[in-house]
């Protein structure tokens, strides 16, 4: 992985953990591909991180796109 991947995945990481009541259950899994993110939470959480009408995964895309060196990377929110 590239540091521009692993500062995604720590930005996204940060991000889940901050939104979540089970932040232990956050996991941001890189594709082999190196352009994806998974990002992986308990089902009761996934609608936090999703937001009402994906407001909340637009902002952490967005946030995603503006970080140094991470425009191309792409975030999934994966069940």
């Known amino acids: 992985m590239s540091d521009a991947t692993d500062r995604g995945a ?3 990481e940060f991000i889940a953990k901050s939104l979540v009541s ?3 259950d956050v996991n941001v899994i890189t594709t082999s591909d ?3 993110l998974e990002l992986e939470t308990d089902a009761d ?3 936090r ?3 009402r009408q994906g407001r909340v995964a637009k902002a ?3 946030l995603l796109a503006k970080a140094p060196g991470c ?3 792409r975030l999934d929110i994966v069940d």
């Open 22 to 24: 089970e932040p232990e």
């Open 60 to 62: 952490m895309r967005a």
């Open 10 to 12: 720590e930005l996204i």
């Open 34 to 36: 190196g352009r994806t």
């Open 49 to 51: 991180v999703i937001g």
């Open 71 to 73: 425009r191309d990377l």
């Open 45 to 47: 959480d996934r609608g």
